[in-house]
């Protein structure tokens, strides 16, 4: 049980009673009138089957305050696109699957690039982003949450309370972020975060001051959670990176868009569990060396647009000092993990936290080589602004994949709770 501790420049919402599930569903129930929800889930075709999928899906079969569920499926040919369609037909709400590799779907890529506006790295960045224009495009919700397809340890509770803080109309909150211990196995979890982006902020606090940015990032408890929730009017101007850096960079737009009196952390489930990655140590272009570069490039770039200046030795100080607080840190996580009885090996995390000051190094560096800002990809307001059709081609590729794919053949993934057209309006007073 959490307690009740307030850290930091924005709000926590612990977890302090465990409140039963069926409460907080009748709670949304009653916001989704006033408010109708909506869950994006960017998922890779290799997932589907996997036991944490299959979980995900049974659980969400038992949730009804959600007007709307989009899918956005990555790395899937026709025939897989197709088990896809069927796989989620068990799905009792409004449930719409984007085939982002189908031919609508690529054609609309096509004509955003020529208009330079095309998400060029393919990933969970690109995944979401056209999920995001998607939703905007639908008009069904108000709100909506995120979160991957990948969560072991998942059950509907983690959901309700991710989506509650801005779905309840009594709160002022356009953004929330989820965050939850990563325990799982008997093990002590979450490397990147612990070792890397923890110590990097308290790095760059030192060396480059305590500027407003370094606290909002330091007062969340897991920044590089995969979960949040957002009102639908804050993904007009949002824009997503497309690398590995996309929490730090979703946590980077929304302070520079709202006052961090709008945005808040929730404490979602005891304990987290999901697909790891591997430390990838010789192979900088994948795992978790692959995202600590991009992490750490984010933050350096994020920093120079608010006046911080590094130079060669500036990034040699980073880089020095990060070591120094991740070693002194591995300290304070193996005392934790033996007062609880996890099991934390010292050797690889201190593996880990070289690999890291080295890659910090190289991302200081490319950032003085190059300069330029991180690959975000554009704000929907932007977009639409030059291709004003989008939304509706957006609509239109999903009906037409689903009505020509779907197992049903009417444009709608068959549903008990009566599926329709993707798009189609649904009055809140159904849900």
Known sequence: MSDFFQNGIITTLHNLTRRPVAALHRELMAFSRERPMALVLPCLYSEIGTPALARIVSELAHVPYLSQIVIGLDRADE??????????????????????????????????????????TPGKGRNVWYCFGYVQAAEVAQTVALHDCDIVTYDRSLLARLIYPVANPAFNYEFCKGFYARVAGGKLNGRVSRLLVSPLIRTFKKVAGEHAYLQYLDSFRYPLAGEFSLRIDVLKDLRIPSDWGLEIGVLSEVYRNYSTNRLCQVEIADSYDHKHQDLSAEDASTGLSRMSLDISKALFKK??????????????????AYFRIALDLIESYANDALINGLSLDRHAEEQAVELFASNILKAGESFLESGEDSPFMPAWNRVTSVYSDVFADLLEAARADMADYGPGGDGCVPASGGGRLPGAPRMASAV
């Open 79 to 120: 025939a897989q696109y197709r088990h896809a369609l069927a796989y989620f037909s068990v799905l009792p709400q409004p449930t719409t699957v984007l085939w982002n590799d189908g031919p609508r779907m690529r054609a609309i890529h096509d004509r955003l690039d020529s208009h330079d506006l095309a998400p060029d």
């Open 303 to 320: 920093l120079a647009t608010y006046g911080a200046v590094f130079d060669p030795g500036t990034v040699r100080t980073v880089k020095a």
